[in-house]
């Protein structure tokens, strides 16, 4: 394999660490960049210094993952693998400070900590602290410097729900080559779609790309069999065709909240806010009270209350997957923003699913409109035109939403087959060593 491009970058990564390094003394955002890795390898340290013996000398996963968009995707391989068994190390590292923040208090976990700068002196430290059986990065975040000394200490590495987009940077002249040694230090690669599969094979000679489909499928089936916490409501919106808005921004909402008023027949209409934050929660009471809506919030809901006369909304955070339940329409937000939020939840439910023209950073998105389950929202013109049709025609209501049930059925079954293989390295790992 022909890996000068790689070793071009190993040699100069530590020259881009010291550019890095004077970039964060005058721009904020790689400040704190670095600022929260400043004492990784310390505080990585005392963490494993007080682990229990048995967790010293057990298997060890380590799990990469960008942001917590990325890492639950990993979640439902994490806990197949837990179930069976306890004794399993848990290592998790994430880039960005969003996902850090949002799971360094992840149960089972060894150690949570952020990736350091990727460096071939920084890789060899962590490496060495870890001491990773298995690497399992998820989706994409490729750090060359870790992931070969990962290799090299004999880790195994996975790429998991794995996505080559045609117009994604990996296709460019330029970085073609490098990319094609970056994939194939992985030993193997589960892809999303045949597509991905195909263009792993085709452009970079992976021959160890298999697809396999996105572990987050099956997590969101799992959940869609958990309605406990919307139980209280159910028995309000039985019988009624409900609209729930889920992950609303500003600019949602006032696209939505014009076009539903429009309607003639009216579904009853949820609201679920993307922040739920003192602030936002006022904003958006006052924007109601403004246009005449009526509405009563989660957190002080009192009977009688009449979904027909008035908008419920969410300010408490954990309803929304259970939330999709009640719904006969969902209206996914952020897709007149930087992208949409979460698609498949709603589609589990074999519910319609309407979302905004910024969704193509998402595949789940853009296949589930070619799969026939969602409709991409441009304007709130379009958006009154497609609830009329939803909300007076059962009929295609039924059909739209079936076939986004189908879709997220046909991609379910990623977990057991890479915990298959995870296990199966487990077992001749831990059997060389009893």
Known sequence: MNRSALNVYVFFSPLLSGATNLLGSVHKKTGTFLAVRKHLFEDLEKRLTSLPVQKKSAYRLWVHAASVGEFEQAR??????????????????FLSDSGYNARKDFPGAAAVFYLPVDTPANARKLVSLIRPDLLMLMRYDFWPNHLIEAKKAGARLLLVAAVLRQRSQYFRPILKNFYRSVFNLFDRIYTVSENDTRAFENSFGCKQAETVGDPRFDQVLQRSLQIDKVAHLKPLYKNRT?????????????????????????????????????????????GLEEMSIAFEKVSAIENPFDPEQQALVIDQTGYLAELYSLASIAYV????????????????????????????????????VAAGGAMVITNEESLFATLKKLTENAHYRMLTGSAGAAFVMKRAGATERITA???NDYLSRTTLRT
């Open 76 to 93: 439902p391989v994490i806990a197949a693998l837990q179930a069976k068994h306890a004794g399993l190390a848990l290592f998790v590292s």
């Open 242 to 286: 409900v609209l729930i808005a889920g992950s609303v921004w500003d600019r949602d909402e006032a696209i939505l909240l014009s076009a539903w008023r429009k309607l003639k027949k009216k579904p009853v209409l949820i609201l679920v806010p993307h922040k739920v934050d003192h602030e936002n929660m006022e904003r958006l009471c006052h």
């Open 333 to 368: 937000g952020g897709g007149f923003g930087v992208n949409v939020h979460n698609t498949i939840e709603p589609a589990a439910y074999g519910v319609p699913v309407l979302f905004g023209p910024r969704h193509h950073n998402s595949p789940e998105a853009v296949d589930l």
């Open 421 to 423: 293989d995870i296990e």
